[in-house]
């Protein structure tokens, strides 16, 4: 096998290996996958040049910084386009088994992102000159820029730039806070490029005008072996560095602590992340203002317009930016599965935990399992497809901690004041008899109503009722087998409201118990808890989803369009519901609740075990 090397100020870039759109999983949807790399070929311009500045990034500390690429090509054509490429050296010699090629030479990493060479110069295609901008994150290894012509679908390497890199590429980055165990535990999980070997990872934190402790963070990682299949363990590979978790315990409730990472080199030296905060949660059934945030199907998307950033996720970064902007008025936050649609491409994973690091340093950010993290053939998910791109779960059981008995199944309950939420899984089996049914009974069968009144169910897939397009066709109304075992446990524990992703919409039904509306209500809701409302908050980013013709008459609100819902707790009496678009952030569905005690403990249809007059 031949190896190419390139010379003026880089050592080596080969041409890659990428997953063709024809051969794209779950349609293709992720970027990545429409370019044809496979059938790349060398095409070396002399008079070529790629010049990317500054070449050290991040002086100041900074874990995020616009890099310049100038591009000068004696042969421009309109499909010609950059590809950032992390680590900036590739050796054929270092392809995995699984990467069969006819063609040499060979890399086998796929590209971060890419953009036409046209989408910032409207003039290359006739004088072959432009200037780019991409945003950087620090990723843990340096970069370089490959200019291709050919399009996506016949790509040829013209020229290759200079290496740039992070000042220290190996820095702690991105915290996500999530619940722990106990509800006066906060967990915090980052990514570094420092092994066991190499460190000792802990959380400097304290009161925020207290004194400060350290509490030490566990360590995982992961092997090109880990994966499933490809793309994840072939092109999409990238080395996901380390994971570290540390526990913050015996929190006071609502107190504000600050905290930073930290890592102490074994020669004595000690390497920080810049300073956070946040606050502790309420003491389970505390009677204060809570608010929570829920969605799903968010995945990412590129500020600098990488990646067909229009045509992929074009709602994601306006989900993100509107929770940000609304994030002192926010307490906790659950998204609901399909997280980064990194469908194998694990640098995406990166991509993601720095979009959403404004949100996940401060509040508590709470996932769920969904297919795109999840299935993978003779993998034990409930569904045999390839919508996790060989992912398999790994990335989402490393990358975000949940307070799970056993985070290889993604099903835990959480408690947050006067709420109780339960988490399922749908990626594994949840019909009557399994392991997963007896969790969401026992975890509905613990709320304390009287102390906390409201309670949530949540899972990524439909189990409940919802008139998209794909679930209308089907006659279904939601996933198969999904109510059959599910909706007496609704019925008997009185859930409030069940929430869903997986359909790209916005859906609000009736309170309602065996396909039936048991309230006329649309917009208050008082007394007797006697059904259960379904939605679905699938609008996080993702594409659209279109609903079916037909309007079923349990459906009350519909919305094609990004958005997420905002759940405000006043009291133990009194929940406000709303719709929130993404683009804007303007309301356009709400409803109110208002109940006693008593009203949830009052028997209705299949809720109450048989009495007897005796005395």
């Known amino acids: 096998m031949r190896c190419f090397t390139f010379e003026s100020g880089v050592a080596f870039l080969l041409y890659l290996l990428l997953h063709s759109a024809a051969g794209g999983y779950a349609g293709g949807v992720q970027p990545l996958s429409n370019v044809a790399i496979h ?73 971060i992102k890419y953009q036409f060479a046209n989408y910032s110069n409207s003039n290359y295609a006739s004088n072959g000159r432009g200037q780019m901008r991409f945003l950087l994150i620090n990723q843990r290894a340096d970069f370089s ?42 967990t915090v999980t980052w990514t570094s490029g420092y ?139 659950f998204h609901i599965g399909d997280i980064t649609y990194a469908n194998g491409y694990l640098s995406q994973w990166d991509q993601f935990t720095a979009q959403v690091e404004p949100i ?19 993998t034990g998910s409930f569904y045999s497809t390839l919508d996790s791109g060989g992912e398999c779960g790994v990335l989402a059981e490393t990358m975000y901690y949940v307070p799970a008995e056993n985070r290889a199944k993604y099903w835990y309950s959480t408690d947050f004041g006067m709420f109780h939420f339960c988490i399922a899984d749908t990626e594994q089996d949840w019909r009557e008899g399994s392991e997963q049914y007896k969790f969401i009974e026992q975890c509905l069968a613990s709320a304390d109503r009287k102390h906390q009144p409201w309670l949530i169910f949540i899972a990524h897939r439909v189990l409940g009722y919802s008139s998209g397009e794909g679930y209308a066709s089907e006659g279904s109304y939601a996933e198969p087998m999904g109510r059959e075992s599910l909706q ?87 929940l406000l519901f709303e719709y929130k678009r993404s683009s804007d952030g303007s309301v356009h569905d709400s409803f109110t609740i208002s109940r006693d005690y008593r009203d949830v403990l009052a028997c209705v249809h299949d809720s109450c075990s048989p009495t007897t007059l005796a005395t």
């Open 39 to 111: 059938k790349a070929r060398l095409a070396l311009e002399d008079a070529a040049y790629v010049k990317a500045s500054p070449v050290r990034l991040g002086l100041e500390g900074e874990d995020t910084q616009w890099v310049t690429v100038e591009i000068v090509n004696p042969k421009p054509t309109q499909d010609d386009w950059i590809g950032v490429f992390s680590p900036a050296k590739f050796n054929s010699s270092n392809c995995p088994a699984e990467n069969k090629q006819d063609e040499v030479p060979l890399i086998c990493s796929a590209p």
């Open 145 to 186: 820029f490959g200019l291709f012509g050919g399009g996506l679908e016949n790509p040829k390497l013209i020229a290759i730039s200079n290496v740039i890199s992070f000042s220290n590429p190996k820095a702690p980055v991105y915290p996500r806070l999530a619940l722990g165990k106990s509800w006066n535990e906060m």
């Open 360 to 378: 996940t340093s401060r509040v508590p950010y709470m996932v769920a399992s969904g297919n795109h993290e999840r299935d993978w053939p003779n």
């Open 488 to 574: 007496k446990l609704w019925q008997k524990y009185r859930v409030d409201i069940a929430f869903y992703g997986h359909v790209h919409n916005y859906e609000r039904t009736c309170p309602i118990y065996q396909n039936q509306c048991v309230n006329n209500g649309v917009s208050h809701y008082s007394g007797t808890m006697n059904g259960t409302i379904h939605v679905v908050a699938g609008g996080g980013g993702s594409h659209l989803s279109n609903f079916g013709e037909l309007v079923p008459s349990w459906s009350l609100k519909r919305d094609v369009d990004y958005g997420f819902v905002k759940l405000t707790a006043f009291n133990h009496s009194s």
């Open 195 to 333: 092994g066991t070997n190499e460190a000792l990872p802990f959380v400097e934190w304290g009161p925020k005008w207290g004194s400060l402790t350290r509490s030490p963070a566990g360590t995982l990682t992961f092997n090109r072996g880990s994966m499933c299949g490809s793309p994840a363990r072939t092109y999409g590979w990238r080395d996901p560095g380390f994971i570290h978790t540390s526990f913050l315990k015996e929190l006071w409730p609502n107190a504000e602590y600050t905290y930073k990472l930290g890592h102490q080199l074994f020669n004595g030296s000690y390497i920080w992340s810049k300073t956070y905060s946040f606050q502790a949660s309420p003491f389970p059934g505390q009677n204060s203002v809570q608010q929570v945030i829920i969605f799903g199907d968010m995945g990412k998307a590129e500020r600098d317009g990488s990646n067909e950033f229009n045509n992929y996720q074009p709602g994601s970064l306006n989900t993100t930016d509107m929770i940000v902007k609304d994030l002192d008025n926010i307490d906790i936050v």
